[in-house]
Nanobody, 127 residues
Framework: VQLVESGGGPVEPGGSARLSCAAA????????VGWFREGPDKKLEELAC????????YYSYPVKGRATMSIDYAKNTVDLQLVNLKSSDSAVYYC?????????????????????WGQGIRLNVSS
């Protein structure tokens, strides 16, 4: 089982980035999928997630209104598009997957709920 993120790199403030996560050895149709990030303070923030039951997507406060998560079940990939980037968005971004994960009360599953994690990809927002 493998999740591999791509698409990070340097971006100027106000710019956008598209992060991708390719899954191998697991079928994303059976999984809840989430995006997280770890900033300089080493705190892991949940950003967005997909409910495994119905494919609905939910966003968390740090990126709400600036993020679009999408999933391609045919390609077994999940993307996170971020716009209007700020320096505070600089972090290592991770995708994660967990079998049958569900969203409860509009709250994405916490990080410990996920079984599989990518290696992370760094996004650096600076001028």
């Amino acid at each position: 089982v493998q999740l591999v993120e791509s698409g990070g790199g340097p971006v100027e403030p106000g710019g956008s980035a598209r992060l991708s996560c390719a899954a191998a050895g697991l079928d994303l149709k059976d999984h809840g999928v989430g995006w997280f990030r770890e900033g300089p303070d080493k705190k892991l923030e949940e950003l967005a997630c997909i409910d495994s039951r119905d494919g609905k997507i939910y966003y968390s406060y740090p990126v709400k209104g600036r993020a679009t998560m999408s999933i391609d079940y045919a390609k077994n990939t999940v993307d996170l598009q971020l716009v209007n980037l700020k320096s505070s968005d600089s972090a290592v971004y991770y995708c994660a997957a967990g079998v049958g994960l569900e969203v409860v009360g509009y709250q994405c599953p916490r990080d410990w709920s996920y079984d599989e994690w990518g290696q992370g990809i760094r996004l650096n927002v600076s001028s």
